[in-house]
């Protein structure tokens, strides 16, 4: 539905034209009103109109003012003036302010009618003009960052198909000189798409003088970091200025070195990058240059050995050597003073010596744990490097806890079997908890706990459903009389004997022993 601003200083007038369209074009219109220019121009600051219908000789602000005003604004609307005095300067002045059509008062009603038909007929072409053309800018940007993201993504191509590529999307520009930048964002926005990342970008990018933003291309790579390529590098020293000055602009920047032709692009992207790995040793948001980082010495040793050292004092109660051996390896000074890929290599044996290690030999349970700290894995999870010490740092606290845990459980695994073989073997004699306890060299309490997880059941229920069983079968396969079962099974006399059984069983041993013969004689 289009909306008509109508503006005039007669209430009769507006109600009249409202009236003459609505009975032509019944649901067409949606309907605003002002009695003069300045109240109009109120109106279009607020609400988007497509048609203004507006008399020029009005109090406080005339017509030819109000369609002057409306010339600066984007979008415009189309305007119809309308006058009751054949003017031909009026009519200079409408026509030089593109005024639509000058209607004369009385208003014939056809006029008005063929007047609204043209203009719907010109809006919806420049519609459908405006629509091809914004089809066709984003075909040309798909097709730019296609070709760009291919160049990038193939380092190996020949120099003239690197040439070939990028003259297709008019980058001939780079062969003047040109600069790399990789964006990561560092905000606490979860999975931020990439189309709210680059409305970021291009806002701060939109507030850089014109002159230093008049060739620059931007495309995001396959670890869906933000590339972007500028012919001057006073654009970067805004971004960098921004990083550093504010909280507002969460990212950090890795830039190349400053470079001159197509074929240098695929180099500077790699500096890029490398430099962008290098914000992760920094505290704050930053931005780091390659020619910076670029003598960084390769000439490292990785400290296998101590990190062996630390994976075999898990669950060994040697948790501040641990942790000392842990802040040696990791010790900010020295990762610093290499390239990034020492402390790449450090979080690779971590991975492998330690990480993986529990994995293997401590079975699934110890996922769980691993799942906790799944980020520990990859320190490019990370914004900085003390979030990944202090993650590393956490993830051996928990899985030293889990070893000890585990140790403890297969060291009172093995005493619980033996505490269980001991009690059937003795099953008969005056047996109790401190004998069995002593037996296999357990705290007496230590031992009643762990004797209940062990087989479920307290010592004194076991050993008594222990006795019944052995009864049970004693009764069904000997000739001994009761009193002598219950002897021969460990309880103190017939009668506490006949009493248990009868508790557990829901029969005497008599009424047991004559339920077995029955059975045994029918089979």
């Known amino acids: 539905m289009r909306k008509i601003l109508i503006v005039d200083d007669e209430n009769n007038i507006r109600l009249g034209l409202k009236a003459m369209i609505t009975r032509e074009f019944p649901t067409a219109y949606e309907f605003q009103f002002a009695g003069d220019g300045e109240e109009a121009l109120r109106a279009l600051r607020h609400t988007l109109v497509d048609i203004v219908i507006t008399d020029i000789r009005m109090p406080v602000m005339d017509g030819i003012a109000l369609i002057n005003w409306i010339q600066d604004m984007n979008p415009k609307p189309a305007v119809v003036i309308l006058s009751g005095h054949d003017d031909f300067q009026y009519a200079k002045e409408a026509i030089r302010c593109e005024v639509k059509e000058y209607l004369l008062k009385p208003i014939v009603r056809d006029e008005l009618s063929r007047t609204l038909l043209r203009l719907e007929n010109e809006m919806k072409l420049k519609e459908h003009m405006t629509e091809q053309l914004t089809s066709s800018l984003q075909q040309r940007d798909a097709f730019q960052e296609s070709q760009l993201s291919y160049v990038l993504r193939h380092p190996h191509l020949q120099e003239n198909e690197v040439q070939h590529k990028l003259s297709r999307i008019d980058m001939d520009w780079l062969v003047e000189g040109f600069q790399l930048g990789m964006l990561q964002y560092r905000g606490s926005v979860e999975r931020m798409s990439h189309g709210e990342l680059l409305d970021r970008i291009q806002a701060e990018v939109g507030n850089v003088p014109e002159r230093f933003r008049k060739r620059f291309a931007y495309v995001f790579d396959k670890e869906n970091q933000l590339v972007l390529i500028a012919e001057h590098g006073e654009l970067f020293q805004y971004l960098a200025d921004r990083i550093t000055g504010t909280n507002y602009f969460t990212y950090s920047l890795g830039l190349s070195e400053y470079k001159r032709g197509m074929t240098h692009l695929q180099e500077a992207y790699v500096e890029a990058k490398q430099a ?248």
Do not use: C, W
């Open 276 to 523: 962008l790995k290098y914000t992760f040793l920094q505290s704050v948001l930053g931005v780091i240059r390659y020619e910076n980082i670029r003598h960084r010495s390769l000439e490292f040793i990785v400290p296998i050995e101590t990190i062996k050292k630390i994976a075999n004092m898990l669950g060994a109660n040697r948790d501040k050597e641990m942790i000392a051996l842990l802040q040696e390896v990791l010790d900010m000074k020295t990762v610093a003073r290499y390239d990034i890929a020492y402390l790449e290599a450090i979080s690779k044996a971590f991975n492998e010596l330690v990480f993986d290690k529990i994995f293997h030999v401590y079975g699934g349970e110890s996922v769980e744990i691993l799942r906790l700290f799944k980020m520990v894995g990859d320190i490019s999870n990370f914004n900085y490097f003390h979030d990944y010490f202090h993650s590393v740092e956490g993830l051996l606290n928990r899985l030293n806890d889990y070893v000890r845990s585990m140790k403890t459980f297969h060291i009172d695994h093995k005493e619980m079997k033996k505490a269980v073989q001991y009690m059937h073997e003795n099953y008969q004699k005056d047996l109790n908890m401190t004998i069995v306890s002593n037996h296999v060299s357990l705290n007496y309490s230590y031992f009643s706990q762990a004797f209940k997880e062990y087989t479920g059941n307290s010592f004194v229920n076991y050993l008594k459903k222990l006795r019944i069983d052995k009864a049970q079968e004693l009764l069904a396969t000997t000739e001994y009389k009761v009193y002598e079962i219950g002897e021969i099974a460990g309880f103190e006399n017939t009668k506490h004997f006949s009493r248990v059984f009868k508790e557990n069983v829901g029969v005497s041993p008599q009424e047991y022993r004559d339920q077995r013969e029955v059975i045994n004689g029918l089979n």
